[in-house]
């Protein structure tokens, strides 16, 4: 579907007939493409080296070492996924604007600078690098964090033994150990970071940078007339091509696959790294983390308890009120979306994660690449096309607009991650573990399900939740296959964001991030539950 | 045998002819034929599906309701699908062309139906039961009718325009100091003046509405529109994605004023956000949405009654929540603003130049020169 509609004239409709390749030459004409590319490059490596860094020292600081508080870390890590990227864009210009935002304001206060802007400005490459490599850091973090709780760290200590100091052991074993899991989360990030948009449309564009994703979109989008769905799905097909590229150099990377297997039939207990006085210094450094994390969702929630918005002060206090969320829930378009969205948040993300593990372990241990091949090959397409193409797809059956329609499309969105993260946790389980079940006369149901869930249980656990957060905070799904049948809240959230009702959008936004701080507790308990099980250290 | 085959074929003939006139006038009352009879099959037809968004906004929906009963003696259930344009359009036509008809009452651009008989076809004359059933019986429903232009009729109603103007931060600025007409721009003057540099802003998709709708008539021509955007680029706007971020950078203080789609401005005001409008004394370009009826709606009766009441009672009820008017509308505050200035020029694209591609030629010059 994705190919059919990126062959259809610029100006005709998906169904209609005629084939062209206008699309692929608007693209590749466009005469500043060169601009785009190199900006989309800088902005793609940045932020990519940003979250990956971030997300990989947070997540061996939080499961192989003993910095305090590791439980609390791992939840506050996950709770500002709930929030729609959108209005975490939004509550940066709010803190980082030139002209309006509260921290520049506070330090023109605290250093008695003269204007009325700056002295930072979010509108900037910076700005956009800073915004979404914080913003992906959890998304890395949780991709990485149990390849690192899974590590066997005889082969760290063995390395010890034999004289090795700690770069070392760092650079010729662990980081080897890790490639599978860190190539997953790089090729994964990278395809990402060429078709997200909505930092680059809320940050790049009023300062003037034009990534990929923006400049497709701004080309099939206008404020009135029909969009140019065509010239996005030409421009899926040139990312799925990018995808497979970059997914068989992965293959070929991970080809001789015990090589990383760390999990092995003989028991091992993870050990703890004792940070001694580092503790303290690596503990802040993730606070701060953890701050860039907390700053636009603490001024959205400020929005959500002020009328009229304004910036934070002790004179704005006495505006401050729950009107917002009284009007929010009492708006029937809100209250009718909430049962659907129960639906959709239990049934997606499950059997998401269930078609993943199915995926992954048909791969990894049956050797059937081109399944997993099959089950990422969603990455390159961005959630725009995808969501015509199952509108195509399932205009022509009963489905299309119920709530079904929408479990479906989640599902096949987050194959990728789910997929990502469950084959680089498999890979790491030797293959004798699943033997010795087999020679004991254990079939393969109560193989997989005495053997190797409890021990991926972790990477299933992070594979869930990312699938839930990323459910929650979906706009195009919601928006492009609604219909009265099928509202969810993010249907209802873009609503309000229209209006625009800021206060009450920041109050939905608000409280997707305290049901999310529930979930998230409550997944984390039984991971902890597993972990006691297995005799791990708990945090 | 030739003739008995003949006289076969004579018969079905026959029957198919005699079974088509006496379908065609049931095919011809889609509607009912008085205001008592449409009132009469929209009660038992129940259900109204609307694809709309403005009846989901800042309580519209109860409101309406409320009016709805209060008019006409019932509640309709109404299934609301807040779709917003021009993405309704796309999905609606989509699921025309694999025979599904999910709405009764749709909100479509009638700029992407008009001038296009294939999907002229696809929807009821909504224009002669206005006219000849409720236009006599509801002021408010013939004086939108009477503005309406004639190539929306008979297939669409506007209830939504964009019109351009200028927004302004009144914390920030005051109406004295912003430009008078949108002339200026070429001259240096206006936001291409340097003392607004970086305190205003546009919009990207527009881009710089009005500016894209300029060539409209080509009451400017294209040089002169790339001249003025380039002019008002070196003067470094805040660009926005859409005119609802643009709104929002006014509201909240980013910039003093803007240029764009004033329409949702004064809902924001009567939110308590210092925020105002003005308009261009010698311009104003506009773009209509309407509402309109597709063939084959479960419920016409019922959506042409919920057309009418939107006509005379919804429209005005949104402007004083929502604070958008409409430009068809002789009551609403838009209206009366146009008529203060007479020598203000309204430009709107028509069928046949956006069926020529003229309109994306225009905006696609354009976007090639915003950074």
């Given at each position: 579907m994705l190919f059919l509609t990126s062959l259809r004239p610029p100006s005709a409709l998906p169904l209609d007939p005629g084939m062209s390749l206008d699309n692929f030459d608007t693209i590749f004409s466009s005469p500043r493409m060169l601009t785009v590319l190199v900006n989309t490059a800088i902005y793609g490596a940045g932020a990519l080296i940003l979250s990956l860094t971030l997300g990989a020292i947070i997540a061996f600081l939080v499961e192989r070492t003993d910095i305090p508080f590791r439980s609390t870390i791992y939840s506050a890590m996950l709770v500002s996924l709930a929030v729609p990227t959108m209005l975490k864009a939004f509550g940066w210009v709010l803190l980082l604007s030139p002209g309006l935002g509260w921290i520049n304001y506070l330090l023109r206060q605290g250093f008695g600078l003269e204007g009325a802007s700056g002295p930072l400005n979010i509108y900037t490459m910076t700005g956009m690098i800073f915004v979404t490599g914080i913003g992906l850091s959890n998304n890395a973090f949780l991709m990485l964090s149990p390849l690192f709780r899974q590590m066997n760290p005889e082969f760290e200590e063995a390395a010890q033994t034999s004289g090795s100091k700690g770069l070392t052991v760092l650079r010729k074993v662990t980081l080897p150990l890790l490639l599978p899991g860190l190539l997953s989360a790089l090729i994964y990030f990278g395809m990402v970071l060429v078709q997200v948009m909505e930092t680059a449309l809320a940050i790049g564009v009023p300062g003037g940078i034009r990534v990929l994703s923006v400049h497709i979109y701004l080309l099939t989008k206008a404020e009135d007339g029909i969009p140019l769905y065509g010239l996005a799905a030409a421009f899926g097909v040139v990312l799925l091509l990018l995808a497979l590229s970059l997914m068989t150099v992965y293959f070929w990377l991970t080809r001789q696959q015990d090589r990383f297997s760390v999990v092995t039939g003989k028991s091992f207990r993870p050990r703890q790294l004792k940070l001694g006085r580092w503790k303290y210094i690596a503990f802040s450094f993730v606070m701060i983390v953890i701050a860039c994390y907390a700053m636009p969702m603490l001024i959205l929630a400020w929005a959500s308890l002020v009328k009229v918005y304004q910036a934070p002060s002790f004179e704005a206090l006495s505006q401050v009120s729950l009107h917002s969320y009284f009007r929010t829930l009492a708006n029937p378009q809100v209250q009718q979306s909430a049962a659907n969205t129960l639906t959709l948040m239990v049934i997606a993300p499950m059997l998401a994660v269930f078609i993943a593990f199915c995926a992954s372990w048909l791969s990894i241990k049956r050797k059937m690449r081109w399944v997993e091949v099959f089950a990422i090959t969603p990455m390159g397409v961005p959630s725009v096309v995808l969501a015509l193409a199952l509108f195509l797809i399932y205009v022509m059956t009963p489905i299309h607009g119920s709530i079904w329609v929408l479990i479906i499309a989640h599902i096949i969105a987050h194959l990728p991650f789910t997929t990502r993260v469950l084959s680089a946790a498999l890979l790491q389980l030797h293959k004798e573990l699943e033997e010795a079940a087999h020679v004991t006369g254990a079939t393969t149901a109560r193989t997989l399900r005495t053997v190797t869930v409890p021990l991926i249980l972790p990477a299933l656990v992070n594979g869930w939740l990312w699938a839930f957060s990323a459910t929650l905070r979906d706009f195009t799904f919601a928006i492009f296959l609604m219909t009265s049948r099928n509202m969810v809240l993010p249907s209802a959230m873009w609503v309000l964001w229209n209006v625009p009702d800021i206060s009450g959008t920041a109050a939905l936004g608000t409280l997707y991030m305290c049901g999310f701080v529930f979930v998230t507790i409550a997944a984390r308990y039984v991971d902890q539950r597993q972990r006691k099980r297995a005799g791990w250290e708990v945090g | 045998?030739?003739?008995?085959?003949?006289?076969?074929?004579?018969?079905?003939?026959?029957?198919?002819?005699?079974?088509?006139?006496?379908?065609?006038?049931?095919?011809?009352?889609?509607?009912?034929?008085?205001?008592?009879?449409?009132?009469?099959?929209?009660?038992?037809?129940?259900?109204?599906?609307?694809?709309?968004?403005?009846?989901?906004?800042?309580?519209?929906?109860?409101?309406?309701?409320?009016?709805f009963k209060k008019r006409f003696g019932f509640v309709p259930r109404v299934s609301l699908t807040p779709v917003t344009n021009p993405d309704s359009i796309l999905r609606f036509l989509t699921e025309v062309k694999v025979g599904r008809v999910e709405a009764d009452l749709l909100y479509a651009g009638a700029s992407d139906i008009a001038g296009r008989p294939d999907r002229l076809a696809l929807f009821e004359d909504i224009d002669t039961p206005l006219v000849k059933i409720f236009s006599p019986k509801f002021k408010g429903v013939d004086g939108i009718l009477k503005n309406v232009a004639a190539w929306k009729r008979p297939y669409s109603v506007d209830v939504t325009t964009l019109a351009s103007g200028m927004i302004y931060n009144t914390k920030r600025t005051t109406a004295d100091q912003l430009p008078r007409t949108y002339a200026e721009f070429a001259e240096g003057k206006g936001f291409t003046d340097p003392k607004w540099k970086g305190n205003f802003a546009i919009n990207t998709i527009g881009p710089a509405s009005p500016l894209a709708d300029m060539a409209i008539g080509g009451h400017w021509d294209i040089e002169k529109q790339k001249k003025v955007?380039?002019?008002?680029?070196?003067?470094?706007?805040?660009?926005?994605?859409?005119?609802?971020?643009?709104?929002?950078?006014?509201?909240?203080?980013?910039?003093?004023?803007?240029?764009?789609?004033?329409?949702?401005?004064?809902?924001?005001?009567?939110?308590?956000?210092?925020?105002?409008?003005?308009?261009?004394?010698?311009?104003?370009?506009?773009?209509?949405?309407?509402?309109?009826?597709?063939?084959?709606?479960?419920?016409?009766?019922?959506?042409?009654?919920?057309?009418?009441?939107?006509?005379?009672?919804?429209?005005?009820?949104?402007?004083?929540?929502?604070?958008?008017?409409?430009?068809?509308?002789?009551?609403?505050?838009?209206?009366?603003?146009?008529?203060?200035?007479?020598?203000?020029?309204?430009?709107?694209?028509?069928?046949?130049?956006?069926?020529?591609?003229?309109?994306?030629?225009?905006?696609?010059?354009?976007?090639?020169?915003?950074?």
């Open positions: - | 045998m030739k003739t008995n085959d003949g006289k076969k074929c004579f018969a079905v003939v026959l029957c198919l002819g005699t079974l088509l006139l006496a379908a065609m006038p049931a095919l011809a009352q889609v509607f009912g034929k008085t205001y008592e009879e449409i009132l009469d099959r929209a009660k038992k037809e129940g259900e109204l599906r609307l694809w709309w968004e403005v009846p989901g906004e800042r309580g519209v929906g109860e409101q309406f309701e409320a009016a955007l380039q002019l008002l680029l070196a003067n470094k706007p805040l660009i926005k994605r859409s005119s609802g971020d643009v709104r929002m950078a006014v509201a909240l203080g980013e910039v003093a004023a803007a240029t764009g789609n004033i329409g949702g401005t004064e809902g924001l005001r009567k939110e308590g956000y210092p925020i105002q409008t003005k308009l261009f004394e010698d311009i104003m370009t506009v773009g209509s949405i309407g509402l309109t009826i597709p063939k084959g709606a479960k419920s016409p009766n019922l959506a042409l009654l919920y057309l009418a009441f939107i006509l005379e009672d919804g429209l005005p009820l949104i402007e004083r929540i929502n604070g958008e008017g409409t430009f068809v509308d002789p009551r609403s505050q838009l209206a009366k603003a146009l008529k203060t200035m007479p020598k203000a020029k309204i430009l709107e694209w028509t069928p046949e130049d956006i069926v020529a591609g003229q309109r994306d030629k225009t905006r696609k010059a354009l976007q090639a020169l915003m950074p």
